[in-house]
């Protein structure tokens, strides 16, 4: 492998990062707006106000995205010979805490707001010479900020497929849930006005536990990724395709009896480590470089591959066995 292989990526990944930085600096300039406008019409709704720290939440993961794309262009050392692409994983742990503990502090001053029974009330203010309630300005406000994002997270989920990148795909997906923040402090909003006064604490808990939920979800996902789990998808939903696809490269080898895969999630690449069981025992190294060249040659994701001749496989690999050698 060329010096600093695995550090760069090719052509075609380097144009998706471009667009997702993009998309990101986008999310964020759109959030910003939001913040400043929810602002100006938050009132004493607690519905409101949670809904505009969630704003402000998720912006995390687009600052994580933004910070970990500096640090996978730094080249590989003798201290990280793997690179850098874990900052990414790094920064989805870092914004899904911060999720989990805002979301449990918000959670519990939801309920706690239910508890004491306290009600909240929304004022007037003249627009024009009119007398308008407050309430009005916040569902119209609300209304229409939801739809930005929806959009926004459907483009972010396809960048995050071609470029396998999870931090970009648990941004994306709390995106496009955002319009179920926007319709929570609404009907918050609207239980105010015609005097239920249960229903903004109400809606600010369901909010909250949206943001709790995003934050266990991928405090998990991140957390079992840093621990070295066998690679999945970008969603995390299956194991990666890759492993049944080198399975199979291999074992078609004349000279292969026995292939084991382990596959790790390096944030952008995979570290692979293929066993393999010769036929007849040995086999030469020039044999060996040609099959790595070749497996290495099969997806962009499989640039750092180690190939290993065992005479028996080791315990924890994705196995499979040549049913026509000779047993």
């Not at 986008?26 to 004493?44: E, H």
């Not at 609207?190 to 939920?213: E, K, N």
């Not at 480590?273 to 099959?291: H, K, M, N, Q, S």
């Amino acid at each position: 492998m060329a010096e600093n292989e695995q550090t760069h990526l090719p052509a075609e990944q380097q144009r998706h990062l471009a667009r997702a930085k993009r998309l990101e600096w986008l999310s964020l300039g759109y959030t910003a707006c939001t913040i400043t406008l929810v602002a100006f019409v938050l009132g004493n709704s607690q519905a409101m106000k949670t809904a505009w720290v969630e704003d402000m939440l998720s912006t995390l993961p687009q600052i994580s995205f933004l910070v970990a794309a500096l640090f996978i262009r730094k080249a590989s050392t003798l201290r990280h010979p793997y690179g850098y692409h874990r900052s990414m994983t790094v920064g989805h742990l870092v914004g899904s805490v911060a999720l989990l503990v805002v979301g449990s502090i918000l959670a519990y001053e939801a309920a706690s707001g239910l508890v004491k029974q306290e009600h909240p009330s929304i004022g007037t203010l003249q627009l024009w010479g009119n007398t308008v309630w407050m309430g009005w300005l916040m569902v119209a406000v609300m209304a229409v900020i939801a739809i930005p994002p929806i959009f926004l997270g459907r483009a972010k989920i396809k960048v995050a497929k071609d470029l396998h990148n999870k931090l970009l795909f648990a941004d994306a997906d709390m995106s496009k849930a955002d319009w179920s923040t926007n319709v929570g402090s609404i009907v918050g909003v609207l239980g105010i006005g015609i005097g239920w006064w249960w229903a903004d604490g109400a809606a600010a808990l369901f909010i909250s536990a949206g943001i709790l939920h995003d934050g266990v979800r991928n405090t998990k996902h991140a957390v079992v990724d840093l621990m070295d789990e066998s690679a999945t998808t970008y969603d995390q939903q299956k194991p990666h395709p890759l492993i049944k696809t080198l399975q199979e490269h291999f074992i078609d080898k004349d000279w292969v009896g026995e292939v084991g895969i382990r596959m790790r999630d390096e944030g952008h690449v995979f570290h692979v480590e293929v066993f393999v069981v010769p036929v007849d025992g040995e086999v030469c190294v020039d044999t060996l470089r040609e099959a790595t060249v070749e497996a290495v040659a099969l997806d962009w994701k499989l640039q750092d591959l180690v190939l290993i001749p065992v005479p028996e496989l080791p315990a924890n690999t994705h196995a499979a066995h040549d049913t026509e050698s000779p047993t």
